[in-house]
């Protein structure tokens, strides 16, 4: 288990990428030809902004720990129904939840 120090430095290493990658974002929004570009360091940001969130601090333990697996089971049904493309994903998404159900650990 890594203690606070390096779980704070790993937090801050993340919040720092997570700006650079959205940082870099905005510069390249002057230059057109470079939209691809852009619109990968903005997920990339996104993505980084959202992990930072939910890494442990020295007051409370990581965000995903309190995360019922049976939460996670259902948001992906609802999503596989509710959401057109997802609907093409729904085998695999099957299989996951099966595989999930059998591998979570007995109470």
Not at 19 to 24: D, E, H, I, S, T
Request: net charge positive.
């Amino acid at each position: 288990m890594p203690d606070d120090d390096q779980l704070r430095r790993k937090r801050i290493h993340v919040g720092l990428m997570a700006l650079a990658c959205l940082a870099g974002a905005v510069v390249l929004a002057k230059y057109p030809e470079r939209e691809g570009l852009q619109g990968a360091l903005v997920r990339v940001g996104i993505l980084l902004s959202a992990f930072w969130l939910v890494l442990p601090t020295k007051e409370r333990p990581a965000a995903w720990k309190k995360l019922s697996s049976n939460w996670v089971l259902v948001s992906g049904v609802v999503a596989a129904i509710a959401l057109p493309r997802a609907r093409a994903m729904f085998p695999v998404i099957a299989v996951i939840i099966a595989i999930a159900w059998f591998a979570k650990p007995k109470k």
